[in-house]
C-alpha cells in the first residue's frame, strides 16, 4: 500500500455505470511524514476520508477486494485512514 | 485511476480478434491541471470520449471489468470523463 | 498497452514448457513518432509481427488472454501491429 | 519480490474490515546490501517480524497468496526473513 | 518478461510456507547486451539456473502460472534461460 494524502475532488458526469455514485479523490503519495512525492493519482474512497487526511492506497486488483469496489473497473482504492507514522522510533506523522 | 488527457488515435488492422471494432486511443498521464507528464500510452475507450478530453483511465486486471472488455488483452480502458478537478480547495480544471 | 518497437529476438532452449514455441520478440516502448524510451522488454508475439515494426503490448493477466497465450507464464504480448498514429491533428507515425 | 528493510509502523483505526488486526509495516526498498533506495510503502506483515529486519515482499494479486491475506485489499506482504544475501561471491548481507 | 541476470543467492529460514524449499535468487534487469540496469530484486527459479546467467523473469499474477509457483505468495519468476538475444541484425548476447 502506499501512503498518501488526499489533496482533492473529481466530479465525472459520464463514467462506467459499476462506478456511478462512488466518491472518486484526488490523492498524491507521500513519504513517512506526510510530504507529498510524485504525480496526482485518483483513488475510490471505500472508508468515508475527507481532503487533507494521510490514507492507504491499494492498486491493481486488491483494489477490488472491498464490498464497494468488487467487480469494478477501478485501479485505485482508499482502505484505511492513518492515525500516526513512526519510523527509527519517532512519530513522523499524527493525524491530530 | 491516471488523469489522462486523450491526445489521438489509433489505426491497427492485424490485432487479436477479441479487439476487433475497440477505440484505441492515445493518451498521455496529466497533473491536476490537466497538463501532459509522462509518455503517451494507449487505452480502449469505454465511454465516448473525444480527442482533447480529460479521463480516468484503469489499469491491469481492472481494465476487463467494464462489459465491453470483459476477457480482451487489454490493460488499459477510460472508464470516466472528467469534468472538473479541485484540488486544495481550487478548481485545476473544468471541461467546458 | 504500451506503443513499442520490435528490436529483436531471443532464443531460449531451456524454459516453462508451456511457452514452447511461442516467439519471444526484443520490445522497446516508443513515443508516438516511434522513437524508442526507456529500456528494452521482451513480449510473446500473437499476431505475427517481423523486427522494426511498430506494435501494441499488454501486461500482466491481461497478456494471458489471448488464446495462445492463456494460463503462461507470461507478462507481456504482442497484440496488434500499429497502421498509423495521430496525435493533435498530425500523422506521427505510418506503417508504409 | 523485492528486497525491502522494515523501517516503521502504522496505526489506523478507521479501515476495511478484512484487514482489522492486521500489522501494517512501513518499508523501505533496499539494494542486495541493505542500503534503502526509494520511497517507503506498507505492507503487512504475515511471517512475524520486526522494525530494523530485512525482508521479501511480494505485490499485487500474489499478496493475496497468504492464508492471512486471502481476498483482503491488500497489494503487499511481507512473506520472508532474509538471513544472508549473497552477491557475486560475497556475503552482501548477513542477519546476525 | 524483462532480461536479467542472476547475480547471486537468498537465505531465508523464516518464511510463508508455500514457498518452502523454493530457490529464492536475486537477480537485475540488464540491457540487450545483458548490462544491469535498475535495483536487484529477488525472483523464485523455476527451470534451474546459475549465478551469472542471463534469464527472463515474469511478473505479477503470471508468476503463479508455473506448476511450481501456482497459489504461491511470489510475484517474480524466471522461467526461462536466455541463450542468444539479436537486437537490429546483431548479435547482442550469447551465453557461451
Redesign the interface.
Known sequence: ???ARV??????????E??SGQK?L?VR?T??RGTA???????ID????G?GELV?T?????????SQTK???????I??????????GEI?FSKS
Chains 1, 2, 3, 4, 5 share one sequence.
Open positions: 500500500m502506499l501512503i489533496i482533492g475532488t473529481t466530479v465525472s458526469t459520464v463514467k462506467d459499476k462506478i472518486l484526488v503519495q513519504d513517512e512525492v510524485g504525480k496526482p493519482y485518483v483513488a471505500t472508508v468515508g476520508v481532503v492507504l491499494c492498486a491493481g486488483s486488491s483494489a477490488r477486494q472491498t467487480d469494478c473497473p477501478v485501479d485505485a482504492v482502505m484505511a485512514v492513518i492515525d500516526t507514522l513512526e519510523v527509527d513522523t
